[in-house]
Every structure is written in structure tokens, then in C-alpha cells.
């Protein structure tokens, strides 16, 4: 059963409404204003250390791990430095967004306009990133659905895994200061190299002794609590936690307790100097296996506690509010962070990892019900059945978690990108579907590109169908195509295009963000940024890979042009022109044609017409991109991960002619469009695992949906074990299910109130069906039920 303690702080996570801090960018502003003048690195860790001397410390009541971003529970953060203006645009209107909203009052909305907002004013990085992209990617790629990386120029990039196992656990924060500082007596300054890196090294001593400083201020805190505590018990935990955060990060971890409250400081250094997207865990049931036998074996904790401490952190990593615009909510709804935790898999050695922590890790997913960490596994073909049974067990409860990954697939992206084979097998996952490696650099969700625009700038003459304005390249008119191949063609060049105004943004993004904000304090957490003395933005990691171009609407477009493959040029029911039309009407007044078009065979349903189309569409857009080369020399490579970016990306195109209407959601990842896969679950496996999965190193998805009933049982739950085993033979990389049924799921459309901790999985993660807009609730419940396997 769930603790006291755990369900209290449940309850609050569960009810409380994400409001906004300016704590941090007011203590980072006035930093600034003492630093001008100084190099960009030290100005940062400057402002880091500062903020951690000065934020407000907060214990919450009966906390076990503490530490907080903000004054209040369920909190977000500002960071000016990279965006402001959009904050500036939409604050008035926090509380009233359709997607993620936020609270913020009067007070503090006058303090940012008076106090924060004018100093960065003409120094953010978004305006930068305006000022110097050029007018036509600009046209293509900013705030219009048909290319988007603004998460990449209006926030921080995220995307890394500290390095728990070979640099905090080993070092601490007080080891890694010894060693910048020895690192700077061996650099000469009549070098403009090692200048650079002793500059580096000096602004890792800051953040270092800032993430140090937070921590002795909690234990202060704690001691300050205790003295006038009356309850023994919580007067005794109090002083326990004092005695922890007096030592940890400082120094290495040497408990079960002190490991886990490590772990969160990191998370917390991270937030106050980024607010980064995908600061993921990584192997938590590795790096912490270590501590939780010592303590086991001698007795200082119970199983039971350990697993009311994971539970903890469950709760701490969800009450960080992921800050972000309208525009990026409706790409990653759901106040999500993706803050990801991986457990199971091999070992370096490619042994069975799989361990206690494994399985109390399912437990604290399926009884705290958070939306983080985003619980993913990797099953490998000699995986426990008992594993696998627990795993099933967790999906059979309607949370959408875990994030099921095959662990040879996984390790063969990464062979293929590059990583040596022990490193390969010690992947985890990053953000949504991303094999990483917690020595790595890299970008992950970089650009949303939508597959369909392309299709549309085809079929339009280069111009939306929505607005008429003319976005694409030139075309003819398309009731002149003459043949498929011609159709084919003319999409693949509208579609190269939005590929190269990706590139052309992204190189900018990459650009200002070395420029303008290094990242001393994860640079830290990284192995290879010490050895070489090189920031993060710098490629200082081991690994430094191209950023990654995510695919939105593969299944639509495979379909679409199927429809007019076999309408039009082969049974000749249509012609080209009347199919335009009919796009044109929106299908209005074309019924009949639009159920043809509904009867072409649809990708989802293991079908070749179809699924060769979806199979070159895949390559030629690895292949394209792979040309490519970022700022470091690396190639940009390519995913289908799903994040909510199928709801904005469809609202921006319009009818299609698979019949699917306009401004309807496309597809996500590597799924089916909702609704078209009528066969059985695995023929929808079938058809995703026909892609070549190995190349697509930023991840591919997989989402389907279940009839609660197939998994209500211990034999339903077995034979979906088989089935992810089958899919996971055929070279596939990721699956996840839903498995709450519609009728549930109205329910809680309807009464809101009363459903609060029900999860959903949204793509690459889950997060409360509630705080879902009602379009994004409505495509959820849209995926096909499937009731039989």
C-alpha cells in the first residue's frame, strides 16, 4: 500500500495548479547586471551560483527529498535569457491558454514588465534567432506548423543524462572542483586554447560550489524546521535530512538515501540553470542498485522505505512545470518535461541487468500515478518472464506507461551512429523514443517537420490550402499530372525544401546557442566535457550527435498518396482534377469519392500497397537529411518519436485525400492515423516494423490502443507479452499502449473532477487525461480500440 506521506503529497500534486516563479530570472537578472563585461560562461555560472545563494529555500511539509525551483509545489520557472517576449505577449493570458495554462497574478506580471523584461530587452536569444534567420526559412519555419524548432530557439536544448555512474557518484560536486582546479594548473595562458578552457574549468568551480551552497542551505533549513518540530518523528527525519544535504552533492554518496537525494539536487541544478527539456535520470535501477544492496544487506533501510523514496522522487521530478509558449504546448501538451528513467535491458557486458529496482520502479509508476519520470524498459530476448509479466501488469492499468523498447534495436542505433559496442549496450532513453547514451551531446527533438504540408504544396501549387498563402516551391497546376511517378515527384521536392529550411534553422539555433549560452553546470556532469575542458555547446561530450529532424505525418501522407495512386492513375475513378477539387470543397459535396478514398488500403494494416510507400517516404527522408552537417561536423539525422505535434501540424493543412478532412490531427511516429488501423494490433506492428527502424536514430514510436478487456487478465496480459516479443523480432524498436476505454474516457471529459490522476498516453509520454485540451483528449479517444490481437 501507498504510504500516508506519499498519498498526501499525491493529493497535492494531483490538485494543485502550476504557477508561475520569477524568482529565478529576477536573481539572474540583477547577476547580469553585476557581470557585464565578464566572458558569457562566467556571466552564467555567476548567475547560477547566485541564484542558488538567494532562492527562497522551501521544505514541504512531510518531505522525505527535498529541494524546489520555486516558492510554490507545482512550479515554473522564466529564463529571459533565452525568450522573453513571448512571456511578455501571453502572461495576460496564462490562466485562459487551451493547452497547459498557467498561473500568474497581477504583482507578478507588473514586477517582470518593471524589473526583468527591459534589461533583456534585444539579448535573448530568440531575438537574436529572428534578427538573423533569413525571411524565407522564417516564412516556412517560424510559428507556422509546416517546420518548427522554436523549443530550440525560445527555450534551453535539455537532452542530456548526467553521468551518475562515472563522474557524481564517483567525484561529487567537491571532486569535481578538485579536479577543474587541477585541470587549470596544467593550462598555460599564453595558449588561446587552454585560456578558453581555463575559463571553462572557472565557471564549473562556480556552478559547482553554487550546487553545493543550495544544498547546505536545505540542511540549514532542515536543522531550523527540527529545532522547533514537536512531532519526534518528523523531527528525526528532518535532522536526517540536515545530516544528508550537509554532505551530498558535496561528496559521493555512500546510502541508498544520500544517492536518491543526490540524484534530485542534479535535477534541480539542472532546471535553476536552463529549464531544460529532456533532463533525463537514465539507468536509475543501475547506478542506484549498488547503494540499495549495501543498504539492504546491512540493514539500514527496508525494502519498504527504499520504495517509499522512490515514490518520492516520482512526485518531486512532477512538480517541475515545464515553462513554455502556446506555440510549444501544442507540440509537447501536458505540462510535460520528459524527464525520462530507463530500467532493464543488459549490462556494459551484456549481461541481464534487470534487478529489484527494476521491478519497484513498475510499482512506483503504477501506485503513485505521476506523469514522471518517464518510466521507459528495454526487453531483450532472454528478459525474465517475470519482467515481462510486470511490465504487461503495468499497462493493464491504464497509465500508458512504461515506454516499452526493444534493447537490440536500441543498441543497434547507436552501433550505427557511431558508439562503441559496451557503450551501445548502456543505453537509455532520452525524452520521448531516443536511444542515448548518458556520455552524449546532442539535440533531439530539433525540428518537427510536416510530411503532409509537402504533400499539399504538391497538390497546391506550392500554397497552403488553408490561407492561400504560397509557402512552398514553385508547381504546376496538379490537375495536369500526367502519372503517380509525377505526383511523387513533385511532393518529394516540396518536401526537400522544408527539409533544408529545417537544416538552414537549425544551424542558426546551433550557432547562437554557443554564442550566446554555454551550459557550465550540465558540462559538468559530463565525463568527456572535463577531460577535454570543452562546454557542452562546444561538442565537449564523448559522443556529439547531429540534431535530430522529427516526421509528422507518415501515415496520412503513405495513405494519401496510395489514394491517388489507385483512384486516379490505376482504377481511373477520378481524375486528378476532380480529386482537387474535392480537397479543395473539403470533401463537401464528394461522399461518394471520399469513401473510395476511405477504402484504399491504409498503412496500419500490414498491407504492401500502402506500406511500401510509408517504407521509401522513411528512406528518402534518412537519406536526405543525412547529407546534411550541423555546426560540428556531424550528420542530422532523423526520428518518428511522437509528441503532441500531430494535433498543431494537422490544424495547418487541409484536406487530404486519404479523406481525412481538414484541420483533422495527422499521425504520429511511426502509428497509424487514428481510426485506419482496422486489422489487429500486430498487423499494425507489422506494418511499422517493415521500416527501417535501425537508421532512424532519434527513435521511432509506436502508439496503439487496447480494449481494457484483451489486458484484464493474466492470460491477456502473457499474450501481449508474446505479441511485443513477436514485434520486437522483427527489428522494431518501441511500442506503448493505452488500454482505458472509451467509455472511461468520456467520463472524464465530462467530469473532470473526478478523474484527475488518470493518465493517458499522449505519444512519447503520458500525463493527465484532464490537463489535455479537448482536441487533444478527442484524438486520443479517435486511435482504434483494438479488441482482438
Known amino acids: 500500500m501507498i504510504t500516508e506521506r506519499i498519498e498526501f503529497a499525491r493529493q497535492n500534486y494531483i490538485n494543485a495548479k502550476p504557477a508561475i516563479s520569477y524568482e529565478r530570472a529576477r536573481i539572474w537578472t540583477e547577476s547580469h547586471k553585476k557581470t557585464e563585461g565578464e566572458s558569457v560562461v562566467i556571466r552564467r555560472a555567476k548567475a547560477f551560483k547566485d541564484t542558488c545563494e538567494q532562492i527562497e529555500v522551501t521544505i514541504f511539509e512531510g518531505e522525505l527529498i527535498v529541494g524546489a525551483i520555486g516558492e510554490f509545489r507545482k512550479c515554473g520557472i522564466l529564463t529571459p535569457e533565452f525568450s522573453w517576449t513571448w512571456v511578455d505577449r501571453e502572461m495576460d493570458n496564462f490562466d485562459k491558454r487551451v493547452q497547459d495554462p498557467y498561473v500568474m497574478t497581477d504583482e507578478q506580471r507588473e514586477f517582470v514588465r518593471k524589473n526583468i523584461f527591459p534589461y533583456w530587452k534585444g539579448k535573448s536569444l530568440e531575438e537574436a534567432f529572428l534578427a538573423q534567420l533569413p525571411k524565407e526559412t522564417a516564412k516556412v519555419a517560424v510559428d507556422t506548423g509546416f517546420v518548427d524548432n522554436d523549443s530550440k530557439w525560445r527555450q534551453a536544448v535539455g537532452e542530456i543524462t548526467p553521468d551518475y555512474q562515472d563522474v557524481l557518484f564517483k567525484k561529487g560536486f567537491g571532486g569535481i572542483i578538485n579536479e577543474a582546479k587541477e585541470n587549470i594548473s596544467k593550462l598555460s595562458l599564453t595558449s588561446a586554447e587552454d585560456m578558453k578552457k581555463k575559463g571553462f574549468y572557472d565557471s564549473i568551480i562556480i556552478t559547482s560550489e553554487g550546487i553545493i551552497i543550495l544544498a547546505n542551505r536545505y540542511a540549514a533549513k532542515a536543522r531550523e524546521?527540527?529545532?522547533?518540530?514537536?512531532?519526534?518523528?518528523?523531527?528525526?527525519?528532518?535532522?536526517?535530512?540536515?545530516?544528508?544535504?550537509?554532505?551530498?552533492?558535496?561528496?559521493?554518496?555512500?546510502?541508498?538515501?544520500?544517492?536518491?537525494?543526490?540524484?534530485?539536487?542534479?535535477?534541480?541544478?539542472?532546471?535553476?540553470?536552463?529549464?531544460?527539456?529532456?533532463?533525463?535520470?537514465?539507468?536509475?535501477?543501475?547506478?542506484?542498485?549498488?547503494?540499495?544492496?549495501?543498504?539492504?544487506?546491512?540493514?539500514?533501510?527496508?525494502?519498504?522505505?527504499?520504495?517509499?523514496?522512490?515514490?518520492?522522487?516520482?512526485?518531486?521530478?512532477?512538480?517541475?512545470?515545464?515553462?513554455?509558449?502556446?506555440?510549444?504546448?501544442?507540440?509537447?501538451?501536458?505540462?510535460?518535461?520528459?524527464?525520462?528513467?530507463?530500467?532493464?535491458?543488459?549490462?556494459?557486458?551484456?549481461?541481464?541487468?534487470?534487478?529489484?529496482?527494476?521491478?519497484?520502479?513498475?510499482?512506483?509508476?503504477?501506485?503513485?500515478?505521476?506523469?514522471?519520470?518517464?518510466?521507459?524498459?528495454?526487453?531483450?530476448?532472454?528478459?525474465?518472464?517475470?519482467?515481462?509479466?510486470?511490465?504487461?501488469?503495468?499497462?493493464?492499468?491504464?497509465?500508458?506507461?512504461?515506454?516499452?523498447?526493444?534493447?537490440?534495436?536500441?543498441?543497434?542505433?547507436?552501433?550505427?551512429?557511431?558508439?562503441?559496442?559496451?557503450?551501445?549496450?548502456?543505453?537509455?532513453?532520452?525524452?520521448?523514443?531516443?536511444?542515448?547514451?548518458?556520455?552524449?551531446?546532442?539535440?533531439?527533438?530539433?525540428?518537427?517537420?510536416?510530411f503532409t504540408a509537402a504533400l499539399e504544396f504538391a497538390l497546391n501549387e506550392g500554397k497552403s490550402r488553408i490561407n492561400g498563402e504560397k509557402i512552398g516551391l514553385d508547381e504546376k497546376n496538379p490537375s495536369s499530372f500526367q502519372s503517380y511517378e509525377e505526383v511523387e515527384k513533385a511532393f518529394y521536392k516540396q518536401f526537400d525544401n522544408l527539409i533544408e529550411h529545417s537544416i538552414i534553422a537549425t544551424l542558426l539555433a546551433q550557432k547562437l546557442h554557443k554564442e550566446m549560452v554555454p551550459r557550465p553546470f550540465l558540462s559538468s556532469c559530463i565525463e568527456e566535457c572535463m577531460i577535454k575542458g570543452k562546454d557542452l555547446v562546444d561538442a565537449g561530450a564523448k559522443y556529439n550527435i547531429g540534431p535530430v529532424l522529427t516526421g509528422i505525418g507518415l501515415a496520412v501522407t503513405s495513405n494519401s498518396l496510395a489514394a491517388i495512386k489507385k483512384l486516379v492513375f490505376e482504377d481511373k475513378i477520378a481524375t486528378?482534377?476532380?480529386?482537387?477539387?474535392?480537397?479543395?470543397?473539403?470533401?463537401?459535396?464528394?461522399?461518394?469519392?471520399?469513401?473510395?478514398?476511405?477504402a484504399v488500403p491504409k498503412y496500419g494494416n500490414d498491407i504492401e500497397y500502402v506500406d511500401d510507400i510509408a517504407i521509401n517516404m522513411a528512406n528518402h527522408y534518412y537519406k536526405e537529411v543525412h547529407k546534411y552537417k550541423d555546426i560540428n561536423g556531424n550528420s542530422f539525422t532523423t526520428a518518428f518519436m511522437g509528441i503532441s505535434n500531430y494535433l498543431p501540424t494537422g490544424k495547418v493543412v487541409g484536406a487530404t485525400p486519404c479523406g481525412r478532412k481538414a484541420k483533422e490531427p495527422l499521425s504520429e511516429g511511426v502509428s497509424p492515423f487514428a481510426g485506419s488501423d482496422t486489422s489487429t494490433p500486430l498487423a499494425a506492428m507489422r506494418s511499422a516494423a517493415k521500416l527501417n527502424q535501425d537508421v532512424h536514430s532519434g527513435g521511432t514510436l509506436l502508439n496503439l490502443r487496447l480494449n481494457e478487456d484483451l489486458v484484464n487478465t493474466k492470460r491477456g496480459q502473457s499474450n501481449l507479452g508474446s505479441m511485443i516479443q513477436s514485434f520486437f523480432s522483427l527489428g522494431a524498436f518501441h511500442v506503448q499502449f493505452n488500454t482505458i476505454s472509451t467509455e472511461t474516457l468520456r467520463k472524464a471529459q465530462s467530469n473532470p473532477e473526478d478523474y484527475k490522476d488518470l493518465l493517458v498516453r499522449v505519444a512519447g509520454y503520458s500525463t493527465q487525461f484532464v490537463n489535455l485540451s479537448r482536441s487533444m483528449q478527442d484524438a486520443i479517444i479517435a486511435r482504434t480500440e483494438h479488441k482482438n490481437y
Request: include cysteine; proline fraction near 4%; charge should be negative.
Open 225 to 450: 524546521m527540527a529545532a522547533i518540530e514537536s512531532d519526534s518523528t518528523r523531527k528525526h527525519e528532518l535532522l536526517k535530512i540536515a545530516d544528508i544535504c550537509s554532505r551530498i552533492p558535496e561528496n559521493p554518496p555512500v546510502t541508498f538515501y544520500e544517492a536518491i537525494q543526490f540524484v534530485w539536487f542534479t535535477q534541480v541544478g539542472g532546471i535553476i540553470s536552463e529549464n531544460p527539456l529532456a533532463l533525463n535520470v537514465g539507468r536509475f535501477d543501475q547506478f542506484m542498485y549498488p547503494f540499495y544492496k549495501s543498504d539492504i544487506d546491512k540493514g539500514i533501510m527496508t525494502k519498504d522505505q527504499v520504495q517509499e523514496l522512490i515514490e518520492a522522487l516520482w512526485i518531486k521530478l512532477s512538480e517541475w512545470v515545464w515553462t513554455i509558449s502556446a506555440n510549444t504546448a501544442e507540440f509537447f501538451a501536458g505540462y510535460n518535461q520528459f524527464q525520462n528513467l530507463t530500467v532493464g535491458g543488459k549490462t556494459r557486458e551484456g549481461k541481464d541487468a534487470i534487478n529489484d529496482l527494476s521491478y519497484m520502479c513498475l510499482k512506483a509508476t503504477e501506485r503513485v500515478k505521476t506523469h514522471q519520470p518517464g518510466l521507459s524498459v528495454r526487453i531483450h530476448q532472454d528478459c525474465p518472464s517475470s519482467f515481462l509479466d510486470g511490465v504487461t501488469h503495468l499497462v493493464s492499468k491504464g497509465t500508458g506507461f512504461p515506454a516499452i523498447h526493444n534493447d537490440a534495436a536500441g543498441y543497434q542505433m547507436l552501433i550505427n551512429a557511431g558508439y562503441e559496442p559496451e557503450d551501445a549496450r548502456d543505453w537509455n532513453n532520452c525524452g520521448c523514443v531516443v536511444p542515448h547514451f548518458r556520455k552524449t551531446g546532442e539535440w533531439t527533438s530539433a525540428v518537427n517537420i510536416n
Open 576 to 598: 486528378m482534377d476532380t480529386m482537387i477539387k474535392a480537397l479543395d470543397a473539403n470533401w463537401e459535396g464528394y461522399e461518394e469519392l471520399r469513401q473510395l478514398a476511405a
